[in-house]
């Protein structure tokens, strides 16, 4: 299930307009609409607005290279693993508010205006302590950043361009797409596409605003993740692969589904978690970092709908 771990007013989102006005998918240079993402979070403490931070050492300048969409081979389905959830949206149970404004909100006036808090880049660059490390050229040069997502985004190029020219952040030294397996046709009618190029447009620009001179390789899955496994033997089969060839350093899974809802928990049986940690085995042997999300719901999580929430402790896996 996506997860949207933190509102935004800082995204440009082609994706979502394209879906509301119904066009062509093709990359645009758009007006510049800000796109604010949330997810189910009380409005919480306030990060440190702080000063405008330098972005680091300039990388190329002009437009990041970018390289065509390989297709590799197709990864075994969930039928492999046995069945999982009924299919639902990767957006349920996780409302979006699309907002868009000439440019990005402060954290007052979102505060004023939907009832949540939006940080931007600058903001958490503050709150994480970043600037010194910039400062010593510590911003991810040579290491490349492994973003995993159902479907990806057709904007994506377009999307971290435009955002990069509205925080004054350099392009990334590279920004390559991988489609493993065969990822379907974006569909602007279709809410789990749409919610996964939202969800993949956040990943991508937050990633690369925290590590600025490292390359992004976006790696697209063509199952969308929601509850139970459905979507995760794709994903795990194609962070093996990026393993196995060596084309990352670090692998960030912006996504989660709890445990409870894996074929066989309720029973005791754990053989459909356990199988799907053949990645994650094989990136410790490599020296690959892995990260994982930490959800949107607190000490709990979703049940198989996607919207209701177990009411006692929950594990959303991978994290």
Same mark, same amino acid.
């Given at each position: 299930? !996506? ?12 994706? /979502? ?7 062509? =998918? ?20 306030? *990060?440190?607005?702080?000063? %405008?931070?330098?972005?680091?050492? %300039? ?7 970018? =390289?065509?969409?390989?297709v590799v081979s197709t990864i075994a389905g969930a039928a492999a693993f046995g069945g999982g959830a009924a299919p639902i949206?990767?957006? =349920? +149970? ?5 907002l868009q404004v000439p440019n990005p909100l402060s954290t007052a006036k979102c505060l004023q205006t939907i009832k949540l ?5 600058? @903001?958490?660059? !503050? ?12 911003? +991810? ?11 990806? $985004? ?20 590279? *920004?390559?797409?991988?489609? !493993? ?15 996964? /190029? ?8 937050? /990633? ?21 496994i459905t979507g995760f033997p794709e994903m795990m089969g194609a962070e093996q692969y990026v393993i196995d060839h060596n084309?990352? #350093?670090?692998?960030? @899974?912006?996504? &989660? ?10 029973? &005791? ?8 940690? +053949?990645?994650?085995? #094989? ?7 892995? *990260?994982?999300? $930490? ?23 991978? $994290?």
């Open positions: 299930m !996506v997860r949207l771990a933190a509102l935004t007013a800082a995204l440009t989102m082609p994706a /979502a307009g394209i879906a509301a006005a119904g066009i062509a =998918a093709a990359p645009v240079t758009p007006a510049p609409l800000i796109s604010a993402l949330t997810a189910r979070l009380p409005a919480g403490p306030s *990060l440190p607005a702080g000063p %405008s931070l330098p972005a680091g050492p %300039s990388t190329n300048a002009g437009a990041s290279t970018t =390289a065509e969409r390989p949206p990767a957006v =349920a +149970g996780a409302p979006v508010i699309r808090r939006c940080y931007s880049p600058v @903001q958490y660059r !503050v709150a994480y302590d970043l600037n010194p490390l910039y400062r010593l050229n510590v911003t +991810g040069k040579g290491r490349t950043i492994v973003i995993v997502d159902s479907f990806g $985004s057709p904007t994506i190029r377009n999307d971290l361009s435009v955002f990069d020219q509205q925080w004054g952040f350099p392009d990334p030294p590279t *920004l390559n797409i991988l489609s !493993v397996g065969k990822v379907p046709t974006f569909n602007p009618g279709d809410a789990s596409m749409v919610g996964w /190029a939202e969800e993949t447009t956040l990943d991508v620009e937050y /990633a690369h605003a925290i590590a600025p001179g490292a390359n992004i390789l976006l790696l697209e899955t063509p199952v969308a993740e929601t509850e139970g084309l990352g #350093d670090v692998i960030s @899974q912006s996504f &989660g589904a709890t445990e409870n809802t894996f074929p066989g928990f309720a029973q &005791g049986d754990y053989l459909k978690l356990l199988s799907l940690r +053949g990645a994650f085995a #094989d990136a410790a042997h490599h020296h690959v970092t892995v *990260l994982a999300a $930490s959800g949107d719901t607190g000490a709990t999580d979703d049940e198989p709908d996607g919207a209701t929430l177990y009411p006692y402790r929950a594990i959303a896996w991978p $994290s």
